[in-house]
DNA sequence: GTGAAAGCGCTAACAT
DNA sequence: ATGTTAGCGCTTTCAC
């Protein structure tokens, strides 16, 4: 099979077999209304040729494509392990998987236009990883993981972000610490304000008051931390303890700590928040929140899922929010602070 | 900015600027000929409208789309750190990255029919990961990753697999071990084939001979490992050691271990290849071969990028083939062998 | 400088 | 049971 030389097109196939393009495609999906002996004649040259219907003009057609798609505006261990878990929950469902990474990363309101790009609908349904913006006007099911502050009309996934931070900061309180620096994520996402309301509340709860002067914001990435890293580990006096609002900024304090020749845990407690599979091969290995990100993944596509094949079920109803437990592993990065280092 | 109901076509954009979608066309993609005043004025709709041509239609019309499509058969810890890699290399190129997971992920073939789907290019050029087979007609620019076994038509890279295989075996034998079971991979990929010699190399060099009893097939993935992993954990007698060609099939042999009551690295040490990020979450921490993944999904977006760039500088020369070093990373899995235990 | 019109490959009426 | 035809949203000649 498959000699046949650059694309073939149903025409192709219509044209050797001796029938029409649409006979073909009705073979091809399967429709009712074509002799059994069509059938197998124009499936034997679909064989022989190695044809394959193709996407881009199916969906541009058709309403349904069986295509669920994810829109990210990068692909880092946080966007990557959400893939594997979504991945794995479309397995059974029939559906494929499109995982789009526009090149305008960065910049406020991609997932809109990475939305409207996609329209058209190339996939039936779309899932949007922590897209900055508030309202989509999409004409087709999306659910958004970890999303933009703001009231949400479209469904979320989110993690219990504000529990996590509480349970990491008081993980450092229990350890004696007391000046614990906290490098904040990007604000215009819930889960970075909920982070550092966690961080908040459990000083608030041990009688120790919020210092802004104890505070950076971070962004969620190695880059964008380099600096505000270095900052909060130059304060005098040092902070004991340092809570980094994400992972990959975690590992940012940890490189700059090394650069500093501050030594962690011993100098300077760190715990990050995520549990990517990278925080574990730091040296040393960081204490962080687990939000078992695959999990979010997952459940995303059930929501999505739902919302496609049901959307009768969920037309008049409020958009359904998803909140996932969080939970701390502690690992290498944090210690007790000795008694006698106390101020 | 962004009222409007639905998907906004090219249409409404003309017929609220009150010229034709052709002038509309020519604004969008910035061609020559159009007045200063009407680029203008149909900038100001496009933005009010919030409208974004349609990758499918465009796609389906015009040659060029400016997007790199990888073509996986899951989203598994491999090919997202592959995926890691190359969206950081397409970074700075100004193409878009589209991710294809076909749901005909375990059948032979797999990559053919997706690169067929994907025909009528929604992408400018095509990165292969792990296919199952050698030829694939394409009518545009691919890179193989990881390549079946075969004499390969398509550019390829590749790790150098049989050194890695001889480093970690060698690692055992130094070690001490002398009965080292071997978890084989997937036969049909190239890698697993060079996998398999390496270890059958460095066993030659320490005079052992290759004994079959000790091999079984894991096919890299960890359900598929499940039942060999168990028959070399209850060998009588029982390696002291097994090399498991990927991560995946090392943990599920660490997973057996725990299950028989077998102590790693006491009773069995274990050694994997890839070094995926979860290889370093495993309880003890996994000795693996490195193959520094994400450097294989940068150096093929590379190659993809100069074909698609300039298809004149490798028109009529051979297929280039990438090799990447590979390094031995020691964890915990693995330990000497105890001089009594020695036969 | 701008518009009309012909497709890209396919599906879905509508004919026969 | 099968063929004809009208688009899906867009780019691109070819006219004007």
Do not use: C
């Amino acid at each position: 099979m498959a000699l046949a030389a650059g694309r073939v097109t149903i025409e192709d196939v219509a044209a050797r077999a001796g029938v029409s393009i649409a006979t073909v495609s009705r073979v091809v999906n399967g429709r009712y209304g074509v002799s059994a002996s069509t059938i197998e004649r124009v499936q034997g040259i679909i064989d022989e040729l190695g044809y394959e219907s193709s996407l881009v003009a199916r969906s541009l057609r058709s309403q349904r494509t069986n295509i669920v798609a994810i829109l990210v505006s990068g692909i880092e261990p946080f966007s990557a392990e959400l893939l594997k878990g979504a991945a794995r929950a479309l397995q059974d469902t029939g559906f494929e998987l499109i995982v789009y990474s526009g090149g305008m990363s960065g910049q406020e309101g991609w997932e809109r236009r990475s939305l409207s790009r996609l329209s058209g609908t190339l996939a039936d349904g779309i899932i949007l990883v922590t897209p900055t913006v508030v309202e989509v006007s999409a004409h087709q099911p999306v659910v958004a993981v970890d999303p933009h502050v703001g009231g949400w009309s479209l469904p979320t996934v989110t993690a219990q972000n504000l529990e996590g931070a509480r349970a990491a900061t008081r993980h450092l309180l229990d350890l004696g610490h007391r000046r614990i620096g906290f490098l904040a994520g990007r604000s215009d996402l819930e889960s970075a304000r909920r982070r550092e309301a966690g961080y908040r509340e459990a000083l608030a709860e041990a009688g120790i008051a919020f210092d802004p002067a104890l505070v950076r914001v971070g962004g969620f990435t190695e880059e964008s931390s380099e600096q505000p890293a270095r900052e909060l580990l130059t304060l005098d006096p040092r902070p004991t303890a340092v809570f980094a609002a994400n992972d990959l900024s975690a590992i940012q304090v940890l490189r700059t700590a090394r650069e500093l020749e501050l030594s962690v845990p011993d100098d300077v407690s760190v715990v990050g928040f995520d549990n990517i599979p990278e925080s574990a091969l730091t040296d040393p290995p960081l204490t962080t929140v687990d939000q078992s990100i695959q999990a979010l993944g997952h459940e995303a596509v059930r929501l999505l899922v739902e919302l496609i094949d049901h959307p009768e079920r969920t037309l008049g109803a409020e958009p359904a929010h998803v909140t996932l437990p969080t939970e701390l592993v502690v690992r290498r990065s944090t210690r007790a602070l000795d008694r006698e280092a106390k101020p």
